[in-house]
């Protein structure tokens, strides 16, 4: 549940309180003993208010003894840390400077009590129990001695809050013990995403950014110069795996891909180290970003520079990016111009002169500036605890000065600020929560009349809002969370080949997005000395006319490059997908834009248009000849037995066939539209009603000759005319209605490949047309039988049998006429329908006239009453 502590947590905390020095009276110095073994290292200062401190002051802690047979024997930790041990000195420097201060806590003494956490967890909880339980050395003499009570009577809890820690994951132990008594922590270097729950960590606090303003930073940064394909490194521990998790997620919704991801072990092998710089080695992405602290990089990045493997750009996080210790000589060729974020930094006045200041000197409250110094000089103090023997004695009197570390070089500070403003957060929360006026007032000093609880101050640190000597808003949000602000940090090499870490730009997290990154990229050194960002891509971004295909299989950054289809274009680089060109436009042939669509319809410029109206006006110049021919022979048999009135209106008919075929070329109009199909219909509907009346006169003609007969003389001219009137009125009536309910329309085709656009009369109701053409289909029909049961029928010439046959050839034309129409595309659909109209009337012509005119030109003889009768003399 949410605020309390794990069943695994509560038996640590029983087990290490047993192990606690405890003082069980402060009146009987007699009845005081210890228990456990446990008695820690300390850097304190008594005062009204002792503020508690976690560094990490070595960086090497032994291996818990789980034995429990025999009592716990304390180890002590290994590997004094320089920079941890700064952060330290920053706290102490802060608390004086505080106390120096007239108008913050006028009349309250700050006191501190730092213990080492040793970066580990076991001793991070064994460290903030003893500052919780209220036992030091310090104390423990003091009692001893029989010397009055300490004089930090203003808090009910011998330590109301806590500064620590930099790791995460000891900071979530910490965090768990401490929250539920409402002790509050306030950590200067723990990013992790995970400590943001306050139903967890209800009493944590921290002047260091999240990492999820981190992880936002990383992303915009990758994808400002493009970085889609990125290597990612990191450790066995809670910063780094919620980090890097965050950062895989918020990498994929850019769009860009993780290409490789390795851990290193707590306690790595040579095997294990050589397996993830094979995979760093391998891959194709150039690009490497690494949540790790820097004593856990070490080994990997001396296997790195062993293999000489340059021309990858590391990324650094906050953990890492200003650590001293990789700019060792060894580290330049491969680390030079690294890029990373680090926390705002602060030249903060009076610090390095205070570093400066520590002195070695005997006793326990100097312990770990005993320590430092051993470190420092590499030497041995007579009075220090260093177990290297064969080191040169310490004089004392060494001068900082003229040493270059990570302990001396503290301008500017980053997580040195972090401890400052974290120290001054509590001053100002006391300052607020013990009700403190300035000095002069009628009301003096502060409230120390009443003790107050952790939780108290916990409630006034939350509300606590003020503005640094820096000029910088220093408050925590609903989370505990500072304002996130970030320095871009560039590893350039300086004139004497040492590195230094120059600032190329910053991140604010608070600022508008699209606001928050600002880079001055013509600062930055790039890996391998090259003058432009590096590329680290799986497959390079695909040209514009082409499309981004994801490999089966493959992250997504990892991609095939397709051209766009038809009628699709991309005009810039790394297009997911085509885009769709406007109406009536088409993609040119590199698919990079859209131009005009070519316009496509029968014109009468083109061969084919000049052969069809050729052939057209063939037919008109052919029917024309043919009723010259007829006009002029009109007084002979032949002509008067073919009823040469109806031979001319036939001719007349099959002329509008010929001349309508010229309605169907040009570029489409609404009137075009609607005058082609009524023009063809009711043309073709008169030629066939003429062929129909020619066929049923001949019919009755030779039935008349039979006695009694009055057939003919019922179907007389008069008769004839009507019957073609009325066939004709038929058809006119049906392309009136289907003109005016559902006329064609002229329409831009783009169905079309190629970019071509097809000028066409839509049929808006295809159903007219067939019923129009099926009219002609229904009287051909019955002509065409009529026609065929006359073509035994006597004489010479019988024009029954030429009629059947231009039948025949007027079928075959209408028949194939319909599939061809529905599978010509574009602008043959109107040519096939030209040709049908054309075939058709010239078979019609030459099959009922053709025959008519041989006799009148070339056998007259023939042309006689006898020869038509078959009379004629042989």
């Keep these: 549940m949410p605020g309390k502590m794990p069943v695994c947590e509560l038996v640590l905390l029983a087990h290490f309180l047993f192990l606690l020095p405890r003082v069980e009276s402060s009146e009987s110095v007699s009845a005081c003993r210890r228990l456990g073994e446990f008695v820690p290292q300390v850097l304190e200062v008594d005062g009204d208010v002792i503020l508690g401190g976690l560094f990490p002051l070595h960086y090497m802690a032994p291996e818990p003894d789980h034995i429990f047979t025999d009592r716990a024997q304390f180890k002590r930790c290994s590997g004094f840390d320089l920079r941890a041990f700064r952060w330290a000195q920053t706290m102490v420097f802060a608390i004086e400077e505080i106390n120096r201060n007239p108008v913050l806590l006028p009349g309250v003494t700050l006191g501190y009590r730092i213990l080492d956490s040793c970066d580990h967890v076991h001793t991070s909880l064994q460290s903030v129990l003893s500052l919780v339980n209220g036992s030091s050395a310090l104390e423990i003499e003091e009692l001893a001695a029989s010397s009055p009570h300490s004089t930090h009577c203003l808090s009910r809890a011998p330590v109301p809050a806590v500064i620590g820690l930099a790791s995460s994951t000891p900071t979530r132990a910490v965090a768990n013990i401490l929250g539920p008594f409402d002790i509050p922590l306030i950590s200067y270097f723990a990013t992790c995403t995970c400590l943001t729950d306050k139903r967890v960590y209800p009493s944590f606090l921290r002047t260091v950014p999240s990492d999820v303003f981190q992880v936002r930073a990383l992303v915009q940064l990758m994808a400002h110069f493009g970085w889609r394909w990125v290597g990612t490194i990191g450790t066995d521990e809670d910063y780094s795996h919620y980090g890097i998790q965050a950062f895989t997620e918020q990498l994929e919704e850019w769009g860009g891909c993780v290409a490789f991801h390795r851990t290193i072990p707590k306690v790595p092998t040579p095997a294990q180290i050589c397996a993830i710089v094979d995979a760093l080695e391998a891959s194709t992405a150039r690009v490497v970003v690494v949540f790790a602290t820097e004593g856990q990089l070490l080994e990997l990045l001396s296997e790195v520079a062993r293999r000489n493997l340059t021309g990858w750009q590391w990324v650094a996080s906050e953990a890492w990016v200003t650590a001293k210790i990789l700019t060792a000589p060894e580290f330049q060729h491969v680390l030079a111009g690294a890029l990373g974020f680090s926390f705002r930094g602060a030249n903060i006045s009076g610090l390095s002169e205070f570093l400066l200041r520590v002195r070695p000197s005997p006793g326990s409250r100097s312990v770990f500036t005993n320590q430092f110094w051993e470190e420092q000089f590499g030497c041995k103090l007579t009075y220090g605890d260093s177990e290297v023997m064969d080191r040169p004695l310490c004089t004392g009197m060494e001068d900082l000065g003229l040493v270059e570390s990570s302990y001396t070089s503290a301008s500017p500070a980053r997580v040195s600020y972090n401890v400052y403003k974290a120290v001054y957060a509590i001053a100002h929360a006391l300052h607020s929560l013990l009700q403190c006026t300035p000095v002069g007032s009628d009301q003096k000093g502060c409230n120390t009349g009443s003790e107050f609880t952790p939780g108290q101050l916990l409630h006034h640190l939350k509300r606590v809002n003020f503005t640094s000597q820096f000029g910088e808003k220093v408050y925590f949000d609903e989370n505990g969370e500072p304002v996130p602000l970030y320095d871009i940090i560039n590893w350039q090499r300086d004139g004497r080949g040492k590195i230094q870490f120059q600032r190329v730009g910053s991140y604010d997290g608070s600022a508008p997005r699209g606001q928050q990154l600002e880079m001055d990229k013509n600062s930055i050194e ?75 319809f029968l014109s009468f410029q083109e061969i084919m248009g000049i052969i069809l109206v050729a052939l057209s006006l063939l037919g ?112 006119a009536i049906l392309c009136m209605g289907w003109l005016a309910l559902a006329p064609p329309v002229p329409y831009k085709n783009t169905s079309y490949q190629g970019g071509r656009i097809v000028l066409e009369c839509k049929d808006v109701w295809p159903l007219g047309f067939y019923m129009v053409l099926g009219y002609i289909g229904l009287l051909s029909c019955v002509c065409f039988v009529l026609a065929f049961l006359g073509r035994k029928l006597p004489g010479t010439f019988n024009e029954a049998k030429l009629i059947t046959f231009s039948m025949l050839i007027f079928f075959a034309v209408w028949i194939s006429f319909i599939p061809a129409y529905n599978s010509t595309p574009g602008k043959y659909t109107v040519a096939v329908e030209i040709f049908a109209i054309l075939a058709s009337a010239f078979g019609l012509l030459f099959c009922i006239f053709a025959p008519k005119c041989y006799i009148i030109l070339l056998r007259p003889e023939l042309n006689t009453k006898k020869g038509m009768t078959g009379k004629t003399s042989k």
């Design 620 to 731: 008109v110049g052919a029917a024309t000849a043919v009723s010259v021919i007829f006009f002029l022979f009109r007084a002979t048999p032949i002509v008067k037995a073919n009823n040469s009135e109806l031979s001319f209106l036939l001719l007349l008919s099959l002329k509008l066939c010929f001349l309508c075929s010229l309605v169907f070329m040009g570029r489409p109009s609404l009137w075009s539209c609607q005058a082609r199909q009524a023009a063809f219909g009711i043309s073709f509907v008169l030629c066939i009603s003429c062929i129909l009346v020619k066929t049923i006169v001949v019919l009755l003609a030779f039935r008349s000759t039979m006695p009694g007969s009055t057939s003919l003389k019922r179907f007389g001219p008069p008769q004839q005319r009507a019957f073609i009137v009325a066939c004709t009125a038929g058809q």
């Design 526 to 600: 790039w890996t391998g000395g090259q003058n432009q960002a590096p590329v680290s891509l799986c497959t390079s971004p695909c040209p514009p006319g082409t499309r981004q295909a994801t490999r089966p299989g493959k992250p997504v950054c990892c991609f095939d490059c397709l051209p766009c289809a038809e009628g699709e274009f991309t005009n810039t680089s790394g297009s997911m997908e085509c885009i769709k060109c406007p109406m009536y436009y088409w993609s040119n042939a590199e698919r990079v834009g859209c131009v005009a669509g070519i316009e496509e």
